[in-house]
């Protein structure tokens, strides 16, 4: 059984609300709804989200109670409190602790190949037919994440955050670089560091958008990196994320794991601001309009 595993625990703070639980779709479907069913389609037989406690009661009358139509559904809850260290958690601290610990969430609901995707992203039917593809022969300690190009995933409204790859020849994973502000100016596209200075990125450079294949054996990456992150932060934890890319970098580093990177011609889409809103619509309604999607998804 391969798992689709989504990540709907985020709190939406440049979109300034619940944007994982907007509607987008002709009948309020949300972005979600539509890599559920291309999933579905694409061979997946099981969908789990991540998501907060409070969230519960949305999801099962909403996504989940849709999804659940077609595929088992599953819930698991990204607590703060769901750590495998005994450390005083401050009560600033009030975001989850990211998205490694996300899928670390989901430990208990997972016991095959599995796809990470975030929930307010669009990924296109082809990457979850890749993903499946992968999955359906990936042996131990071997992933894979879709490699998008960078120019099919900006949008004009902002600043965005992307993983950087490097991709070596036989096309597995080297390392990825974090970039936190890459817009298009004038027609080229850049990197804003912290200082200011500027770093001028090309159109098909490979970025990672957190669509991954993970086999079970990932999980003890998680829970032992889990472990080093907090022992690590201890003295501050109010606002620091522990993030996918941090055991999937050190897997790498440490030659325990592999990562293919399958490269797609996908268009990204999604809502990192407000302004992006119209924009998904018109997206969603285009690819309607050409037949990919019915208007009524779930019939």
Not at 112 to 119: D, Q, S, T
Not at 125 to 143: C, D, P, V
Not at 186 to 197: A, R, S
Not at 211 to 228: I, Q, R
Request: proline share 4%.
């Amino acid at each position: 059984m391969k798992t689709l595993l989504i990540m709907a625990a985020g709190m939406g703070s440049r979109y300034g609300g619940q944007k994982q639980t907007d509607g987008f779709g002709p009948c309020g479907e949300f972005i979600m709804d539509y890599s559920l069913y291309d999933a579905r389609r694409e061979g997946f037989d099981k969908a789990v989200f991540v998501i907060r406690k409070e969230d519960l009661d949305l999801f099962e009358g909403t996504v989940g109670k849709r999804a659940g139509k077609v595929m088992p559904v599953e819930y698991a809850i990204q607590d703060k409190n769901d750590i495998p260290l005994d450390v005083s958690i401050p009560d600033s601290r009030v975001k989850p602790w990211g998205t490694a610990h996300a899928v670390y969430s989901a430990r208990k609901n997972i016991d095959g190949p599995f796809a990470v995707i975030n929930a307010d992203d669009f990924y296109g039917r082809g990457a979850f037919a890749n993903l499946n593809g992968f999955l359906s022969k990936a042996g131990a300690h071997e992933y894979c994440m879709i490699g998008y190009e960078l120019i099919n995933t900006l949008t004009e409204n902002g600043g965005v955050s992307r993983g950087v790859c490097n991709v070596d020849a036989g096309g597995f994973l080297t390392a990825i670089e974090e970039h936190k502000t890459i817009s298009r100016e004038n027609g080229v596209i850049c990197n804003t560091f912290d200082d200011g200075t500027k770093k001028e990125l090309a159109p098909g450079t490979i970025v990672s958008m957190n669509c991954w294949g993970f086999v079970p054996d990932f999980f003890d990456a998680l829970g032992n990196g889990l472990v080093d992150f907090l022992e690590k932060n201890k003295s501050d934890l109010s606002k620091c994320e522990y993030y996918l890319l941090d055991p999937v970098g050190k897997e790498i580093a440490g030659k325990t794991a592999s990562v293919k990177v399958i490269p797609t011609n996908e268009k990204w889409f999604g809502v990192t601001y407000r302004q992006d809103r119209d924009n998904v619509k018109n997206q969603i309604a285009a690819l309607i309009a050409k037949g990919v999607y019915p208007e009524n998804l779930w019939g």
